[in-house]
């Protein structure tokens, strides 16, 4: 097994940002790995047990793998819509609604209007602007 080669398969695992193989005696006895947050070491490590048998057909034990997370400036958490409000008006005969999303501090908003049959309200509630 070349070790180059196996370095860089490691390092191509989603959450690596880097690693360093130690081979004793033409057997891997260690994997050191530098991993951001964005996943966990427990699932990092499945990766690199299931790679490397996958690819090289070499089981490893995975108490030889050794990770080490931090924080990443290249990460980006992920941008969310967030529900601001739901407001739905119901006056004898008509149904009214008014719907607020923010997404990345933008406030989208959706109104409207109709008679107030169970329909209606099933329908208004799935309206798409």
């Not at 880097?18 to 990766?47: M, T």
Request: glycine letters at 4%.
């Amino acid at each position: 097994m070349d070790l180059t080669l196996v370095q860089e398969t490691i390092n191509r695992i989603e959450g690596v940002l880097n690693c360093k193989v130690v081979f004793e005696n033409d057997e891997i006895s260690e994997i050191h790995v530098l991993a951001n947050s964005s996943r966990s070491p427990k699932q990092i490590a499945r990766d690199i047990e299931s790679t490397l048998f996958a690819k090289y057909d070499y089981k490893i034990d995975k108490n030889k793998i050794s990770i080490a997370v931090i924080q990443s400036d290249d990460m980006v958490s992920p941008k969310r819509v967030k529900l601001h409000s739901v407001l739905v008006k119901t006056l004898l005969n008509k149904i009214e609604y008014s719907v607020i999303l923010t997404y990345d501090g933008i406030e989208y908003s959706v109104e409207g209007s109709g008679i107030n049959t169970q329909a209606n309200r099933k329908s208004s509630s799935q309206r798409q602007p």
